[in-house]
């Protein structure tokens, strides 16, 4: 797979700093039960990249140490991690919130049965993701037989009261275009799943974020076998919106990877951009240093962030934009 990081390291998006960190956002592993061909991982089943249990012990201490309110967890899929159980009772222990980004199909293979009632049981937030609410696009991006999993896993967190109006259990769902293309706007998109999903599945849910695609791993691979790469990254550009830098997941988030490597967010670890403060590069230096201030590193894959209604892990920034999309590229 080639990496587009030689393409994105020299930038002129503006400088950034940190705020209040409010956010630990850890990327449990790479392990997956599904290959999407959007996972900006590039997680499978065949990864054995996996966070040791020292490293676990770990994050409750950094989330007390830093006043941290809300874990997110994130892999590959999380929930394969043999201590992802552990992990979510040590966090909720303390009152934090934990978001668990879940790709659904997991809730139905065999020895993960249990896993929707514990989340429930420990009110944990699921993000889950589905990239459309029709079975033909959602299986072209994901693998056969996606959907119909995807659609029981939602039916089964329902069934435990996650997405329903009287209920405490959140359930946000995630939109990824089907290829180069900025999402469209995400309150109509997410007026259409809600009625789509209704109307076929008798399914609910709270909120819908869309993302855009970032140009980096096994997408990025894609836009460069396709000759689509640069095309795709004028149209990041050519749709920046200054006012979404003030609400960029970075300033208020820190990654941390399977080894306790800190970065400003998901892609810039997956590009292998540290954060830029030498002192503060691991998950163990959180628990006496403060990152609040610390400059972020950034390349050009930050314009996916920022452009349209910008996309951050909570959805888009903006309320508004116009749905663009690069010529002849629907079948990426």
Known sequence: MKSTIELLEFTDFPAIKRRQLTILQVNMGYLCNMSCVHCHVAASPYRTEMMSRELVEMIPKVLQAQNIDTLDLTGGAPEMHEDFKYLVKAARALGVKVIDRCNLTILMEDGYEDMAQFLADNQVEVVASLPCYSLENVDKQRGKGAFDDSILGLQKLNALGYGKPDSDLTLNLVYNPQGATLPPNQQQLEADYKRELKEHFEIE????????????????AVLLAKNQFHPYMDLLKENYVAANLAEVMCRSTISVNWLGELFDCDF?????????????QHLSDLLTQNPSGDVIAIADHCYGCTAGQGSSCGGVLEEETADQTIENTSSI
Do not use: C, D
Request: glycine content about 4%; cysteine-free; aromatic content about 10%.
């Open 268 to 280: 810039n670890q997956q590009l292998e951009i540290p954060v830029p403060n030498k002192s503060r």
């Open 205 to 220: 849910f709270n909120q819908l974020f869309a993302l855009t695609n970032m140009p980096i791993q096994r997408f990025g």
